[in-house]
């Protein structure tokens, strides 16, 4: 890998890690596009997911700080995470096969436009607060699937069971926070348990790519921002059509 290219995969995981359209299934498409083969890919993985961590931590600062000293404001981003673990678990299981199969990838975006879609029909579920929070932390887990977005998946899920479109869009980064955190540790104990290195790629690229999806990261979340309170959400559904059919056309033409 050399480094425009890790510039360009922390670009894509920068903006497509907080837009409603899937940065593990956008860096699948490119990794394929662009032919990049990392001989320990996990390492590279837990740079850009640093550098988008860095990019919430920045924009979302004051919301942290108001989280963190309200105890109903944690119990709530407490259940969400318990219930987003083991569904994230049961579904990597498969992620695997979805990311190395373009056709596969294909459908997955498809499904997860529908998701998008939704919120343009003002669905709303009557449940309890208990349920709402553990629903949205069910959808989180699902995001695990490449062409899922987390994003969309957990502010989707919010505006459903009730929430305002500006405490959907909070709730949804302040909970990526510690899954992002998460899927950093549990990236590195693999790394770990596997024995790899970060040598395949250089300290120069790393930088890159860590320094490029943070800047990225920034610009993606003050714009999805604006468009979640416009209740937008939905138009982004078009898009993950789109690149579903590019995916299916990668599929065919790269066999």
């Not at 931590?57 to 407490?78: G, H, P, Q, S």
């Not at 309890?128 to 989180?140: E, N, R, T």
């Amino acid at each position: 890998m050399d480094i425009l290219e890790a510039f360009i995969l922390g670009v894509v995981q920068g903006i497509a890690e907080f837009l409603p359209v899937s940065s593990s299934g956008h860096l699948a498409l490119f990794k394929n596009v662009l032919g990049v083969k990392i001989k320990n890919p996990l390492g590279f993985d837990v740079m850009l997911h640093f550098g988008t961590l860095l990019s919430v931590l920045f924009v979302m600062r004051d919301e942290v700080k108001k989280y963190l000293t309200n105890k109903d404001l944690i119990a709530r981003v407490v259940i969400s995470f318990v219930f987003t673990v083991p569904v994230a678990l049961f579904f990597e299981r498969i992620s695997h096969r979805v990311e190395e199969n373009m056709l596969l990838l294909s459908f997955s975006f498809f499904f997860g436009a529908l998701i998008l879609f939704s919120t343009r029909f003002n669905l709303r579920f009557r449940f309890s607060d208990f349920l709402s929070y553990a629903f949205i932390g069910v959808m989180q887990g699902v995001a695990a699937v490449p062409g899922i977005s987390r994003s969309g998946a957990t502010i989707s899920a919010s505006l459903a069971v009730g929430m305002t479109p500006a405490e959907a869009f909070n709730f949804s980064f302040i909970l990526s926070i510690p899954t992002i955190f998460s899927a950093i540790a549990y990236e590195l104990m693999k790394v770990f348990l596997k024995k790899e290195t970060f040598g395949d790629v250089s300290l120069e690229t790393f930088f890159v790519a860590v320094l490029s999806s943070f800047t990225f990261g920034i610009i993606s979340l003050l714009i999805l921002r604006r468009i979640v309170i416009g209740l937008k959400l939905w138009l982004f559904g078009f898009y993950k059509i789109f690149i579903s059919l590019i995916s299916l056309f990668v599929f065919f033409t790269h066999r």
